[in-house]
C-alpha cells in the first residue's frame, strides 16, 4: 500500500496493488480499480502488465502512480516488510507496504467511482465482520478463471450518530465458465471510517440489513 500526504484530511490515502500466485494483479489508485497480469524472474526483473477496469476522471498523484507503475523493471524486497518497485532508467521508486496476512481491502469513497464502476452479475449470500474486516461471500457463474471485487463508498458519510454511509460491492469477472461458484472478499471498515468517529453504520445496497461497526 501506498501513502500520500498530499489528500484531505480524514481520507485514507488508497494506492495498493495485490500480486496473486497465479501471477494475475489488482489494486486500486484513489480512482481507478486496476487489473492485470505480473511475472518477474530470480535476477530481479519484474515486468507488470496492468490496466483500469474503471475509466473516471483521475487525481494528478493518481494518474502519476499508474504512469509509475508502468514503468517498473526492478524489485527488491527489504525486510519481508516492504516491496520497492523501481525504474532503473529514472531511478523512480514506488515503496509498498505490507498488508496484515488476513488480507482487507481498503474501501475507496469516491461519489464518482460509486456512481460510475462497472459491475458483472453475483448475488450477495452472506455478511460478517471479523474485527476490523468485512467479509462479503457472493455466487457468481464462474469455476475456471479469476475475479476480483471492490467495496466502494458513495463519498457522502450522512450526519446522524453513528454516522451513515451507502456502500456497493463491484465485481470484475474474468470467468467465462457458467459453473456457479461461492467466493468470500474481505474489506478493512477502519479505511471507510472517517478519524474522528468510532462508530458507523453502512448500507450495503442489495443486502437487507444495516451493518454496524465499531472501531477494532
Known amino acids: 500500500m501506498v501513502e500520500s500526504e498530499e489528500l484531505e484530511p480524514g481520507i485514507i490515502p488508497l494506492a495498493y496493488i495485490i500480486l496473486k500466485e497465479d501471477q494475475t494483479m489488482s489494486g486500486m489508485t484513489s480512482r481507478n480499480i486496476l487489473g492485470g497480469t505480473y511475472h518477474y524472474d530470480e535476477t530481479g526483473i519484474i515486468k507488470l502488465d496492468f490496466n ?32 520497492f518497485l523501481i525504474n532503473t532508467e529514472t ?6 507496504l505490507r498488508m496484515s496476512s488476513n488480507i482487507c481491502t481498503p474501501i475507496p469513497n469516491s461519489r464518482q467511482l460509486y456512481d460510475q464502476a462497472h459491475t458483472d452479475y453475483f448475488t450477495i449470500e452472506d455478511v460478517v465482520i471479523a474485527g ?7 455466487e457468481y457463474s464462474g469455476g475456471c478463471g479469476e475475479a476480483d471485487a471492490v467495496l466502494i463508498g458513495s463519498g457522502n458519510y450522512m450526519e446522524s450518530l453513528p454516522v451513515q454511509l451507502d456502500v456497493k460491492l463491484f465485481l470484475k469477472d474474468e470467468d467465462p465458465c457458467e459453473a456457479l461458484v461461492r467466493k468470500s472478499f474481505y474489506f478493512n471498515l477502519n479505511t471507510i471510517l472517517p478519524q474522528e468517529e468510532e462508530a458507523i453504520v453502512l448500507h450495503l445496497e442489495d443486502w437487507p440489513m444495516d451493518i454496524h461497526y465499531t472501531r477494532n
Open 132 to 138: 476490523k474486516c468485512l467479509e462479503v461471500t457472493i
Open 91 to 96: 531511478e523512480e521508486e514506488l515503496e509498498f
Open 52 to 83: 483500469p477496469l474503471t475509466r473516471v476522471y483521475d487525481t494528478p498523484w493518481s494518474a502519476s502512480f499508474q504512469h509509475m507503475l508502468s514503468a517498473v523493471n526492478r524489485y527488491r524486497l527489504e525486510d519481508e516488510e516492504r516491496l
